[in-house]
């Protein structure tokens, strides 16, 4: 479903405006609806449990892109948005599906928890082409080519949902025995939920924070854009899910061995490694027009947001308890997707204005100077304490 989000949102919101200089717009929308979702939906997840939270999300999606199917056979504007809102809404849900994954494993395991249920993601990258691919061949690029590819989306949702529920014991569940388990085993007993702004106060918070939003926000930001590029560089609709599929399986293929790499190697050394090879990944976006040279840049771009993002949540996750994780995950993506949003509308209208270099070096800057900052800040020497104070 997300492969069609990314392949068509940009262009379904154009064709049903007219307005081509809006062509950010679409991804900003999916963005901020996923952005706003995320921080009351992981309150809930620490309140209720994950599990019905990611049903409901799935429930909300396929209502949103029913929606925009009918928007897209009315030619309604109105209903095109109301379905984004929607599809953003279950994908801010459901994105927190690795907060249930870091529940169930100690913490020299979570990176790797965390790699298991991204790797589920790599099976729609397999299966996108196949079920999109035959909807779109030989069509023109109007409205009423758009309504069945949605509607087929909503279906994918609807099978989401029957899979979240059946799902036992809720990974919220089995993070609160493993937690009462070691209290027993005499360590202190849990505090109770600390306030979210000094959650993000603790040590290691604040540079996980920093690289997933630039990770999650440039990964995001030039993925909704590539389907308007690809159809710049005057290739065919349908190419479009083949660097799709592409970047999706960089983000995923090789998730289980990114995970054990960072418990390995570190958090801190990854996330750095991560935003290096996004940095490259955009900047080459600025060189290439064909299918098989963008198919790499986004398959960089991929790989690099896997390395940096597993590394990120993982450290945020270490530093939060079973009560906690939630909303310390759910604010963070609130915060990477209106940035993410934010890059999406800008980097529309630069591509408008100046083309696909605008994007790219954009792109770059963005994951180059947290990535500095991240290492300046480790090689800084420590302040020596003053005996006297």
Known sequence: MLQLAVAVATITLVLVTGIESI???GPAIFLTAGALAALPAGRLMDRLGRIPVIAGGFVVGAVGCSLTALGCAADSTPLVVLGYVGIGSMNGAVLLARTAAA????EERKARAISYVLFGALF???LGPLVFRPLFAGKDLELDALVLPWFAAAAMCLLGLVIALLIRPDPRTMALELQRSAESGGEPPAAPPAPLREILRRPGVPTAVMGALSSFAVM????????????????EQAD?????????????????????????VGRRPTLVWGLGIMAVSTILLAWVESIAGTSLSLFLLGLGWNLSYVSATAELVTHATPVE?????GATDLAAGLLGASLALIGGAAYTEWGVVAVAVGGTLAVVVPAIV???GR?????ALDPAG
Do not use: E, Q
């Open 23 to 25: 062509l950010g717009l």
């Open 103 to 106: 529940d169930m494993y100690p």
């Open 124 to 126: 729609g990258a397999a």
């Open 220 to 235: 995001v930001g030039v993925m909704n854009l590539t389907g308007y590029i690809v159809v710049g560089h005057h290739h």
């Open 240 to 264: 479009v899910f083949t660097v799709i599929s592409l970047h999706i399986v960089g983000m995923y293929a090789l998730v289980l061995v990114i995970g054990a790499l960072v418990d390995r």
């Open 325 to 329: 994780r939630g909303r310390l995950v």
């Open 374 to 376: 991240m290492v300046a």
């Open 379 to 383: 090689r800084s020497p420590r302040p």
